[in-house]
């Protein structure tokens, strides 16, 4: 049968990989998210999110019925873009001074985390805790022993 193999090379060219594979025909493997530490000082808003926090509590109290998020932050921005350098200035200081005391918090943060990460829970050393798992282990009580 001379046409038994109907695709010929330059439909193998035109053909279209799908989902991202690698040349091995595999999926590459996701990257694997470092997770956050809860202690760490959360960043400062900017100054358009100081003035929004003002501007949403004005605006609802104008406008009760309204329910809707996008709109609040369109009306927001918008009025931010028509204010001029001046009538910005409060709400730049106030992030300026977030800024700062973050500052502040993450030179703390990174210091004691320079330190290294201490076991508060125990007061234990940790050479004291291996000592003791290891005296656990030759008093001879281990579940693993068979005593046929």
Known sequence: MKGANSKSKSDNKLSVKKGGT??????????????????????????????MEEFRKTYKEKHPNNKSVSVVGKAGGAKWKSM????????????????????????AYNKKQAEGPKDEDSEKSESEVNDDEDDNEEDGSGEDEDDE
Do not use: H, I, L
Request: charged share 45%; glycine share 4%; no cysteine.
């Open 22 to 51: 690698t040349k091995g025909g595999k999926k590459p493997a996701k990257k694997e998210k470092v997770a956050k530490d809860p202690n760490m000082p959360k960043r400062p808003a900017s100054a358009f999110f100081v003035f």
């Open 84 to 107: 001029s350098d001046a009538e910005k200035a409060p709400f730049v200081a106030k992030a300026d001074k977030r800024k700062a005391d973050y500052e502040k918090e993450m030179k």
